[in-house]
C-alpha cells in the first residue's frame, strides 16, 4: 500500500447500492483504506455527475423527480452555507501561520461552490484559482464566486503547469480521503508549491470519525497522514486535531488539519499494533459521542437555566441574555423548569 507494506487486517464493511465496500488497516503503518478501491476513473464520473447533486437530494428531496421539480437551489444554498463555515475556520487556522497578499497565489483543489477561495481573496486580495470536477460546484464557481477554475481533478494538474513553483498556497479540504492515489495529489501540490509555499490539509480524524463510505478510499489518523505527508516531501507545520483518545479528555473535533511544508523526503517508520489501533479507535468514537452528548445537556440546561443568577453558567451569560431576559417575565402557570432540572446533570 502507501507505505508498501503488504500485510493487513479486514476492518469494516459497507453496503451501498448493492455493492459491497471492504475496508482493511495496514499491518505496517496503521492506514485504513478500502480494499479492493474503485478505479480513479469511477470516481471522476462520480464526482463529476452526482456528488453534490446527490448531496443536494440528502437535503430534504426524497426522489430524483422531486428534486428536479423542486430545482436544486435549496439544497446547494444549505451546502453552500456550510461550506462558507468550512472557508472561515480554514482563514482562521491560516491566518497566524501562512501570509498572504495581493501577490501571494492560492489553489484551492476540491473547491466545491468557491467558498474558501473567494474568502481568502476577500481578505488578503490574494490571486485565487480553483480546482472542482461537479457540474453543479464548476458553474456556482464561476457564476457566483468568480473563481477561475483550472482543472476538475488534482490529476488534472499532473503535467507541468505554467504556474508551477509559483503558488503560495495549496488547500485540500476534504480531498485526500477522497483520491485513489494520494501520493500523485501531493506529488502535484509540492510541485505547485514555491519552496516556502504551505499546504493546507484536513480530512476525517481516523480515531474520532469512523469515515467508511463510498467517497472514502482511505481514513487517515494524525500519523499516517504525517507519515504520508514525510514520504511525499513534506514536513508539519501546524498540526490541529484532537490529542490520542488516551490522552483526550473531551474531544469535540472529528476532523484533523494540518500546514505542511516542502521538505525533504523521508519515510517515517513506528511499531503499529493493529488491534490497539482499533481499540482506541473505538475509544475516540465513544469518547466524542458522550463529549456531544454532554455538550447538548448542557446547553439545553443553559436554556432552561438562562436568565437565572446562575454562577455556573458565567461563561455563557452574554450569548444567553437576550434570551434569558425574558425569562421574568414569564406567565406564573408556566413553571421555571430550570428549578426542577439543575445544569451539569
Ligand atoms: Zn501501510
Not at 501531493?186 to 508549491?193: I, T
Request: charge should be neutral; aromatic fraction near 8%; charged fraction near 25%.
Amino acid at each position: 500500500m502507501l507505505c508498501g507494506g503488504t500485510d493487513s487486517a479486514a476492518s469494516d464493511t459497507i453496503e451501498w447500492r448493492e455493492q459491497r465496500l471492504h475496508y482493511v488497516i495496514c499491518g505496517s503503518c496503521g492506514l485504513k483504506y478500502m480494499s479492493p478501491r474503485p478505479t480513479q476513473g469511477w470516481y471522476l464520473r462520480f464526482y463529476e455527475h452526482e456528488f453534490w447533486q446527490e448531496k443536494a437530494t440528502f437535503q430534504g428531496y426524497s426522489s430524483k423527480g422531486a428534486r428536479e421539480a423542486a430545482a436544486i437551489d435549496e439544497g446547494t444554498a444549505k451546502r453552500v452555507a456550510k461550506q462558507r463555515r468550512r472557508a472561515l475556520r480554514i482563514a482562521d487556522l491560516l491566518a497566524p501561520v501562512v501570509s498572504l497578499d495581493s501577490a501571494s497565489l492560492v489553489i484551492d483543489v476540491g473547491t466545491a461552490f468557491g467558498e474558501t477561495p473567494a474568502l481568502l481573496r476577500e481578505r488578503h486580495g490574494c490571486r485565487v484559482l480553483g480546482v472542482e470536477p461537479s457540474a453543479h460546484g464548476r458553474a456556482y464557481c464561476a457564476e457566483v464566486n468568480g473563481v477561475e477554475l483550472v482543472g476538475r481533478y488534482m490529476e488534472d494538474l499532473a503535467e507541468r503547469q505554467p504556474f508551477d513553483g509559483e503558488v503560495d498556497l495549496v488547500v485540500m479540504s476534504h480531498v485526500l480521503e477522497n483520491i485513489v492515489d494520494p501520493r500523485a495529489a501531493l506529488a502535484s501540490a509540492r510541485r505547485l508549491l514555491r519552496p516556502e509555499g504551505s499546504l493546507y490539509l484536513d480530512t476525517c480524524n481516523f480515531y474520532f470519525n469512523n469515515a467508511v463510505n463510498p467517497y472514502h478510499p482511505y481514513v487517515f489518523s494524525p500519523e499516517t497522514l504525517t507519515d504520508l505527508l514525510a514520504r511525499c516531501g513534506f514536513g508539519l507545520l501546524a498540526q490541529y486535531s484532537e490529542t490520542h483518545p488516551r490522552q483526550a479528555s473531551w474531544p469535540t473535533d472529528p476532523y484533523l488539519a494540518v500546514i505542511a511544508r516542502p521538505a525533504v523526503a523521508a519515510t517515517l517508520t513506528r511499531p503499529v499494533d493493529v488491534e490497539r489501533l482499533v481499540a482506541d479507535q473505538q475509544l475516540g468514537l465513544s469518547l466524542l459521542a458522550e463529549s456531544k452528548r454532554r455538550r447538548r445537556d448542557y446547553e439545553r440546561s443553559g436554556e432552561a437555566a438562562a436568565g437565572s443568577a446562575s454562577a455556573g453558567a458565567a461563561g455563557r451569560s452574554t450569548s444567553q441574555s437576550s434570551r434569558g431576559r425574558t425569562t421574568p417575565f414569564r406567565p406564573p402557570s408556566q413553571s421555571p423548569r430550570a428549578d426542577s432540572d439543575p445544569p451539569g446533570s
